[in-house]
């Protein structure tokens, strides 16, 4: 990327879910001489692809980036916001949904759980 003049200056991220996960990283990224600019830690409940196995109830966020933290990352809590681009439609299900509409199953391509919203009958 520096040999690069469109990418010189582009920031390089990784979104982890472990210390484990950030280690496997930075030391194969050591190898290159560019570490990453910023790392963004997510939990088990950041939805999506969560990065955990089947026992993900089992981690906390707090545990995980009890080692040091510069900043948060928030993102599923703007869905709602005016300037998200998700439809009305679905904004409105963020409202009404409650915690027991969560599931977390295993129909992810990469192997890991991810979180969602339940489609309920009739939707």
């Known amino acids: 990327m520096e040999d690069n003049p469109r990418f010189r200056d582009a920031k390089l991220g990784i ?3 472990s210390v484990r996960a ?6 194969r ?3 290159t001489g560019r570490l ?12 999506g692809h ?4 089947m ?3 089992q981690y906390k966020l707090e545990t995980i980036v009890d080692e040091g933290s510069a900043a948060v990352q ?17 904004k409105q299900e963020y409202l009404v949904r409650k915690k027991k509409d969560v599931i977390v199953d295993t129909i ?16």
């Open 22 to 27: 950030l280690n496997v990283f930075l030391a």
């Open 74 to 90: 928030v993102a599923t809590r703007f869905t709602n916001s005016e300037e998200c681009g998700l439809p009305q439609m679905v």
């Open 55 to 57: 026992d993900w109830e």
């Open 29 to 31: 990224s050591s190898k």
């Open 15 to 17: 979104i982890v879910s």
């Open 108 to 123: 992810s391509p990469t192997g890991y759980p991810k979180a969602g919203l339940k489609i309920q009958p009739g939707d």
């Open 36 to 47: 990453p600019d910023y790392i963004i830690v997510e939990g088990p409940l950041a939805g």
């Open 50 to 53: 969560l990065g955990f196995g």
